[in-house]
């Protein structure tokens, strides 16, 4: 069983069974047929629908169609992710950021952040160049900097610590 919620906070309970789905306990009558990359016609009685995936955030489970020209953005909960969140072991908990490690060895091109500043998860963060690259590294999860631990053209070596969280 699946919990669809749509960003105006509609809640459907989803069943797939092997000749059915179920939607709300109630049987969901539809043909889906693919038309292109990302792209499918479903004709639900005497309606019809074009459904583009635009985004798909496998890792929080969200996804953004757009449905006959409107965006919608729904997430989606498995049987696990419910039992977590009825013991009060949800996902949100899980995101709390301590630190952030050097990925590999490199060089600072830049910090982008400062104590006391609060990030959210995918906020830059700082630029590391390594092998030639520039790599823009970013905020793992929501938090308030505690400490910067490097410097501008500072050499890192991987896993050392770059900044700290409260």
């Known amino acids: 069983m699946l919990q669809v919620k749509t960003g105006n906070g509609k809640t459907w309970q989803v069943d797939i ?13 539809w043909d ?10 479903i004709i639900r009685g005497a309606r019809s ?7 798909a955030n496998y890792q929080e489970k969200s996804f953004t169609f757009k449905i006959n020209g409107a965006l ?3 997430s989606v909960k498995d049987r696990f992710d419910l ?9 949100a908990n899980a ?13 600072i091109l830049d910090v982008k952040v400062q104590p006391g500043q ?25 938090g308030v900097v505690k400490e910067v631990k490097v410097q501008v053209r500072q050499n890192v070596e991987k896993n050392q610590v770059l900044i700290l969280f409260h």
């Open 17 to 29: 069974q092997k000749d059915t789905i179920l939607l709300n306990n109630t049987p969901f009558d």
């Open 72 to 74: 919608q953005t729904v």
């Open 95 to 107: 995101h709390k950021v301590n630190d952030v490690k050097a990925p590999m060895p490199g060089l």
């Open 118 to 142: 609060e990030v959210k998860k995918g906020d830059p963060i700082m630029i590391l160049e390594a092998m030639k690259m520039e790599n823009i590294l970013k905020s793992p999860g929501d």
């Open 32 to 41: 889906i047929s693919p038309i292109g990359p990302n792209t499918f016609h």
């Open 83 to 91: 039992l977590l969140d009825k013991l009060g072991m949800s996902n």
């Open 49 to 55: 629908f074009t459904a583009e995936v635009v985004s």
